[in-house]
């Protein structure tokens, strides 16, 4: 009787294992829940990352021909075929951020002389990122300047060119002058890495021989005023102040020093017939004031006078910019000479110390 119970008890829990493996509903009530899932998830941050600086297109020379002049200002040399007057920065192929460029430089010295031209005499503007008008003609100094940054930093992959302008002081030597400049990189998005590009010699400009010179325009024409044949007489106050004492002016811009020569034409009448007064009949001197007049008294010519110290007279030569040279005129009428107004060219020129008119 056991041994049927049993038996049957055994039928019954095989079919029930049956029935629970082809339901697996059952089964999971039987062994407990099951969690399986298909999803996965991963973490990555990709640093920000500075190639090495390239930059192109150096040096930046602003000479022209023989060079600039003084009061020159903002001299670009902007896209000539060997990249004279600007230079292009970029990063290599590795970089991955933005980056700022920041710039300083030196002054331009004139070798082995200790002159030199400012470093704030230096500016640039750049191309930037291209989106925007970048800042305009940033002012070099000793101190990094910022070029391109903030809204203007310039996008990963790309390059900026930078434009150089350069003013010539008044009265600036001339010679060649050579410069250094840095380029300094770096980027919110890659801290701690900064790249800087150092250029010795990179800024190189050539300042000419040059000389401003002028009659000054209040002091002319000289006016000797009316005269009787016979008489003699040097231009002065009256009838007009004009031509007294007739100056010349060294400019500011010259940076040599001069020697100063005058000739001119005889003094003719414009009517008919036409009447002639010879440039012989005059003289001028170097005095410097109406008191010292007259003194050292020369002839006037048509032709430049040649002196061996330089200049028509001793305070003629060596003269520096920025200097007036004064003279006083006397004139004689021969007592046979028709009357009539005349009038004639007083040149004046000036030549660097030494060199003949």
Request: with cysteine; glycine share 10%.
């Amino acid at each position: 009787m056991r041994i049927k119970i049993f038996i049957t008890t055994l039928i019954i829990l095989l079919i029930f294992l049956t029935i629970v493996w082809q339901f697996p509903k059952i089964r999971l009530l039987m062994t407990g829940k099951i969690f399986e899932s298909s999803v996965t998830t991963a973490n990555v941050t990709v640093g920000g990352l500075l190639g090495n600086i390239e930059v192109y297109n150096i040096p930046i020379n602003f000479t022209v021909d023989v060079g600039l002049q003084p009061l020159t200002n903002y001299n670009p040399k902007q896209r000539e075929p060997e990249g004279i007057g600007f230079i292009t920065v970029k990063l290599n192929s590795s970089n991955n951020a933005n980056y700022n460029v920041y710039m300083n430089a030196t002054a331009l010295q004139l070798l082995g002389d200790g002159i030199s031209i400012p470093v704030t005499n230096l500016y640039v503007n750049s191309t930037c990122n291209g989106t925007q008008s970048s800042p305009s003609l940033v002012q070099l100094s000793n101190s990094l300047q910022a070029i391109c940054e903030g809204s203007y930093e310039i996008y990963r992959y790309n390059s900026t060119n930078i434009y150089f302008y350069l003013n010539i002081p008044a009265g600036q030597n001339n010679g060649t002058y050579f410069g250094d400049v840095w380029i300094y990189i770096n980027s919110s998005q890659a801290p701690g890495q900064n790249h800087t590009w150092y250029g010795y010699n990179n800024t190189t400009t050539t300042v000419k021989v040059y000389i401003e010179f002028s009659w000054n325009s209040t002091n002319t024409p000289i006016n000797f005023g009316t005269l009787s044949p016979g008489s003699r007489s040097n231009a002065t106050k009256t009838p007009s102040p004009k031509g007294f004492p007739a100056s010349v002016i060294s400019g500011t811009g010259t940076n040599v020093y001069i020697d100063v020569y005058v000739n001119g034409t005889d003094l003719t009448t414009s009517g008919t017939p036409t009447y002639t007064l010879g440039c012989g009949n005059i003289t001028y001197s170097n005095a410097t004031s109406e008191l010292q007049w007259p003194s050292n008294l020369k002839t006037f010519n048509k032709t430049f006078p040649a002196s061996s110290t330089g200049g028509d007279f001793t305070n003629w030569g060596h003269v520096g910019n920025a200097t007036n040279v004064y003279s006083f005129w006397n004139i004689t009428i021969p007592g046979i000479q028709p009357p009539g107004d005349y009038g004639g060219i007083v040149n004046a020129k000036a030549t660097e110390e030494g060199e003949s008119p």
